[in-house]
């Protein structure tokens, strides 16, 4: 079940990327025949967000202590004392961010300049900080990995 658990997490925060992803290229062309699409993505960001967020929370509470300890054991310690470290701090302004798409999108993106503007910076730092996670989250289960692999030997 962990591992389902953890994929799911992974699935939703993918989910999350890429939806920003295509909310940042039609915000780019908005215009009135696609602000419902936009609007829409926005909630399906802002959504996958969230499961991510409580499925990775659920996952820290009940599995990740085990996994700590593996880390620190092994060749790779920094996985845990600097990238889940980092990781717990910023992924907030992802939740935050996300949960702030929609509400920007409301705006007639395809009449107002400034609200476009906010838009694609929001879309933009959605982006840059959920592709950082998702790469923490990659030196994170490396960090398990080495370590298994290195008390099998």
């Known amino acids: 079940m962990k591992e389902i658990n953890l994929m799911a997490h992974v699935f939703f925060g993918v989910t999350c990327v890429l939806a920003t992803l295509w909310v940042f290229v039609d ?13 829409a993505l926005c909630v399906l960001a802002a959504a996958a967000m969230w ?15 085990a996994d700590k300890a593996l880390i620190l054991q092994g060749p790779w310690p920094f996985a845990h004392n600097f990238f889940m470290e980092t ?9 935050l961010l996300a949960t702030y ?14 609200a476009r503007r906010l838009a694609l910076c929001v ?26 692999l290195a008390h099998a030997h």
């Open 51 to 65: 499961l991510a967020m409580i499925l990775g929370g659920y996952w820290y509470v009940a599995d990740y202590k």
């Open 87 to 95: 990781k717990e701090h910023f992924v907030i302004t992802l939740l």
């Open 27 to 39: 915000v780019l062309n908005a215009r009135e025949a696609n602000l419902c699409r936009i609007r």
């Open 101 to 114: 798409l929609p509400i920007v999108a409301r705006n007639n993106l395809a009449t107002h300049s400034g």
């Open 123 to 148: 879309a933009g730092l959605i982006l840059v900080v959920g592709l950082a996670s998702e790469g923490h989250g990659a030196i994170i289960a490396m960090g398990v990995k080495t370590s298994l």
